[in-house]
């Protein structure tokens, strides 16, 4: 596996990571806790060491899954995981909390959870509004300076919010949703990025598994599966947007390769300093994203699904109102 550098302080991890986030939570039920730890062993010893959880995810059960799975091989990877949320007696998503009391006291609860002594990567999942960027970089800056976490991340964070956590303390990377189906970031944040030498981590690079080309307008969700309530998989959503699957599965059988990988490719080809982060409860799919990093589009092949992602236009929003108003791009 190649790997890739985030950020100005230099953090190295492989090519394409590991969203670690359905194996609890928005996808319905999948495979028990003693095969997901196996894959997430397997991830590591096919070259991923790049893996992503949040204490949210769940809650609080991912960071365990993760903790328990990666603690024989912790000095092989590098391990994500946010703050900002805040949750009532009963472990249940109450709203935003971004103070840095609660910064602190999130960074403490993760350490043990995760079962490490450093965070390698500690993003702010959610910008509050509430709550100045200025004291949400100082709160972690404080952190790496007691040596309990190693970089500074923001998810979904618009360009003037990261410039502002920047000029406190550098931002390694941005988690940011991106893919050949939902390209905003492309319009301000990956300019700031560049500019700033800060590394991008797009989420749901797969599009929530639509473009794997096995999802279809007769495809039925379980109540517990987030897409159920999403407008882009709408039956009537889903048949529009298989014009750019048709298109993408083109394109894949032309390279001998799939469209998972034909759109994580695609990624990566875009910039250096980006690092897709699939997640999956099957090995299978784990070596098909993993072969990714062996497809290497040519100028004009990128330049031709740039083309393709351009011209079909998707239809449906890529969340709920509520979850989108969550979001400050």
């Given amino acids: 596996m190649q790997t890739r550098t985030l950020g ?5 991890v492989s090519a394409i990571g590991f969203g670690a986030m359905g194996m609890s939570q928005s996808y319905g039920p999948g495979p028990d806790r003693p095969a997901n730890i196996a894959l997430i062993r397997a991830a590591v010893e096919r070259g991923v060491t790049f893996f992503d959880t949040a204490e949210v995810y769940g809650p609080f059960v991912n960071e365990e899954l993760v903790g328990e799975a990666l603690e ?3 000095d092989q990877v590098v391990i994500a995981t946010k703050f900002g949320f805040a949750f009532d007696a009963n472990g249940a998503q109450t709203g935003l909390a971004s103070r840095p009391e609660q910064i602190r006291t999130a960074a403490e609860a993760s350490l043990k959870r995760l079962r490490v002594d450093t965070i390698d990567l500690y993003y702010q999942h959610r910008v509050n509004p509430d709550v100045p960027i200025e004291d949400v970089a100082g709160a972690v800056k404080e ?28 931002v390694t990377a941005v988690q940011s949703e991106y893919s050949l189906w939902w390209r905003r970031p492309e319009d301000e944040v990956l300019p700031t990025l560049d500019e700033l030498g800060i ?41 529009a947007n ?22 994580l490719a695609w990624l990566i080809a875009r910039k250096p300093w980006i690092v897709p982060i699939p997640g999956t409860r099957k090995l ?17 092949e990128r330049g031709a699904l740039d083309d393709l992602a351009a011209t079909i236009q ?6 709920p109102e509520h979850l989108e108003r969550l979001t400050n791009l």
Avoid: C
């Fill in 8 to 12: 100005p302080e230099g953090l190295v």
């Fill in 143 to 170: 952190l790496i300076q007691q040596g309990k976490v190693k970089h500074f991340g923001l998810s979904e964070a618009a360009a003037n919010t990261i410039r502002r956590a920047h000029a406190v303390q550098p």
């Fill in 199 to 239: 590394g991008l981590v797009p989420f749901s690079p797969l599009g929530k598994g639509f473009l794997t080309g096995t999802i279809t307008e007769t495809t039925t969700f379980t109540d517990s599966d987030i897409r159920a309530t999403i407008p882009r998989f709408t039956a009537d959503a889903r048949q």
């Fill in 72 to 74: 024989p091989l912790r």
């Fill in 314 to 319: 998707i239809q449906g929003a890529r969340y």
């Fill in 242 to 263: 298989q014009a750019l699957i048709e298109r993408v599965g083109e394109f894949a059988a032309a390279k001998q390769a799939t469209p998972a990988q034909i759109a």
């Fill in 284 to 300: 299978e799919r784990l070596e098909e994203n993993i072969g990714a990093a062996n497809v290497e589009l040519t100028d004009d």
